[in-house]
């Protein structure tokens, strides 16, 4: 059957959510608000404005703090220009040619000025400590807008590959920016030619483990893999990844799918298929994906095992809502059709008192204006959110791409992380402001405020075992703060450190050069510190997949069974589904 002939299943009701906004929220209040956040690209300029004044007027009633600043800066303008004090680990300037006069001027004064910014900025008696990093990352943005490599006269690679390729280079970077800015200004609709290559398609490219729609509503289609083994684990594994992106992320090529890894170790796999929303979804709330998402991807879950537990997986903000739901079910509370037999958390935090980076980006002005904005739409677009990725690690993602790209005349070779990492998708008003309220700025989950259908819920009622994994460079959930699970729940706990960041590292097949895992030796008693954790763990080489497989293994029934008809003799289509198609 194809696509296009999907039929939706209609959920059961659900009692209405509060609203997004106060009720006392004035429309024209909104509006202007709105208007303001798409003029500054969703940043509260009051909220800069706030922490920059208790910066400075800090920093004035500090003579100590500012006469060492002033004896810094002589110090530097007065020393030697020299040289090696270097790039400090800093890839822009790993080229040798930086070493030479008088790029190594530029390289020199730069750094100077970094660490008279990062001193100036950091440990001024008396700044909040929120206000205090707004003004440091605000500082380091505007120093790597203007370092010595982004500049064609100020950066010798550029300057060595023009001479080298006779101006080619030049030349290919203007077309390069030529074509991006045709796009960007392109109408919504209008074709605009990509570079060979750049697009992989879901069900041709990406997305091509065999596998049926079995299930949908007017919020997920659910998935269920084709098995490949002639015999399977009783339980089967349902996957929840995170609405912020579309589900491929685990489904990716044939080599690096998680999904496909799982199905040939003998696994029943079914994966949520989140629907994008559009501005008539403006109301859906996170009831709506707990109650339609989880809750029914579970009942789905439960009647093709038979009615054996289910292996619960969640990615990123999935992996927050799973942890939701396992607390509901735990709690005996609500008691959607279906049992858990293991929750595995990958990369999901489930206490935001620490968020990293993006925390930066979260206090009562930001998200007056961020609620604005999606007042005004709907919902917010998949792009607004990408520009905060980026800006968050703008010096790699930014200024050193466009120098690649528009100075050198090179273009990164496509692959299909990249090309997921396009296929953006947006995030209805209500359940985006009741995910950054309650849960970013509250932190209404782990102080136990966080309700479902009007019941509070506790991670302190999850006994499921639990597996959850941290990445090192994760930015977006960084793993000291996924780790504060076992201070929230004493469920029993595997923790697993992988390397990589919050794709890579969760993308990480067996095989993958480079990969390394850290986790704990069995039998430990009582709470270890991250810090603790990280000194006593075991570093082994390559892949956290086989080690978690293990895991699933060990909390599943040793007798395999014959494998479920596909969707129990129901299926809608062929997979990747509907869903995963809208743009």
Excluded at 206 to 213: H, N, Q, R, S, W
Excluded at 325 to 337: F, K, L, Q, T, V
Excluded at 565 to 571: C, D, E, N, Y
Aim: glycine share 10%; net charge negative.
């Amino acid at each position: 059957m194809k696509n296009a002939q999907l039929k939706v299943v209609p959920a059961a009701p659900i009692a209405a959510p509060a609203p997004a906004v106060a009720p006392r929220a004035n429309a024209l209040d909104l509006y202007v608000q709105s208007r303001v956040a798409r003029l500054t690209g969703g940043v509260s300029p009051i909220a800069m404005s706030l922490a920059f004044q208790d910066w400075w007027q800090h920093l004035a009633v500090s003579p100590g703090t500012c006469s060492e600043l002033a004896a810094q800066c002589i110090g530097g303008l007065a020393g030697a220009a020299a040289p090696e004090d270097g790039a400090g680990g800093d890839s822009r300037f790993d080229n040798f040619a930086w070493r030479q006069w008088p790029f190594s001027q530029y390289v020199h004064g730069f750094k100077q000025a970094e660490r008279f910014w990062a001193q100036a900025t950091t440990g001024v008696r008396g700044v909040a400590p929120h206000h205090a990093e707004v003004v440091a990352f605000t500082a380091r943005q505007l120093l790597d807008m203007y370092s010595p490599s982004n500049f064609l006269w100020t950066n010798p690679e550029v300057l060595q590959a023009a001479a080298t390729s006779g101006g080619r280079s030049l030349i290919d970077g203007a077309l390069n920016w030529r074509r991006d800015l045709c796009r960007h200004l392109a109408p919504p609709g209008m074709a605009v030619p990509e570079p060979v290559g750049a697009s992989y398609v879901p069900g041709q490219d990406v997305a091509v483990t065999p596998g049926e729609v079995i299930y949908s509503n007017e919020l997920m289609e659910l998935i269920q893999y084709t098995p490949q083994t002639e015999q399977v684990y009783r339980e089967p594994v349902l996957i929840v990844p995170s609405w912020i992106m579309k589900y491929y992320i685990l489904d990716l090529s044939p080599h690096n799918s998680l999904v496909r890894y799982l199905v040939q170790q003998g696994h029943t796999v079914l994966m949520l298929s989140w629907r994008n929303p559009g501005q008539h979804d403006r109301d859906m709330g996170m009831d709506d994906y707990l109650q339609r998402g989880v809750f029914a991807a579970l009942e789905q879950a439960d009647r093709l095992g038979g009615g054996e537990a289910v292996h619960a997986v969640g990615y990123c903000l999935g992996g927050t809502l799973l942890a939701i739901a396992a607390a509901a079910i735990d709690s005996g509370e609500h008691a959607p059709r279906g049992k858990l037999a293991s929750v595995s958390l990958l990369a999901a935090q489930t206490d935001f008192s620490e968020p990293g980076e993006l925390g930066l980006f979260i206090d009562d002005s930001e998200l007056a204006l961020l609620d604005a904005l999606m007042w005004d739409q709907g919902y917010l677009d998949g792009d607004q959110m990408a520009a905060s990725f980026q800006l968050l690690h703008a010096r790699d993602l930014v200024w050193s791409r466009m120098m690649r790209e528009y100075l050198l005349g090179e273009r990164t070779a496509p692959n299909d992380l990249m090309s997921w990492n396009a296929d953006s998708t947006r995030l209805p008003f209500r359940m985006h402001s009741e995910y950054l309220h309650g849960l970013f700025l509250h932190n209404d989950l782990a102080e136990g405020r966080y309700r479902v259908q009007g019941k509070p819920v506790a991670l302190a009622d999850i006994r499921t075992p639990m597996f959850v994994v941290g990445t090192e460079r994760d930015h977006v959930s960084p793993w000291r703060s996924v780790y504060k699970i076992h201070l929230l729940s004493g469920a029993p706990i595997d923790f697993v450190l992988a390397s990589g960041g919050h794709n890579a590292g969760i993308v990480s097949e067996p095989g993958h050069a480079g990969r390394s895992y850290r986790s704990h030796p069995a039998g430990g008693a009582g709470y270890n510190s991250p810090d603790e954790w990280l000194s006593g763990a075991d570093r082994s080489e390559g892949s956290w997949w086989p080690h978690w497989q293990q895991w699933l293994v060990r909390h599943s029934v040793r007798q395999r069974v014959a494998p479920p008809a596909m969707g129990l003799g129901r299926v809608l289509g062929p997979a990747p589904g509907h869903f995963v198609m809208e743009h």
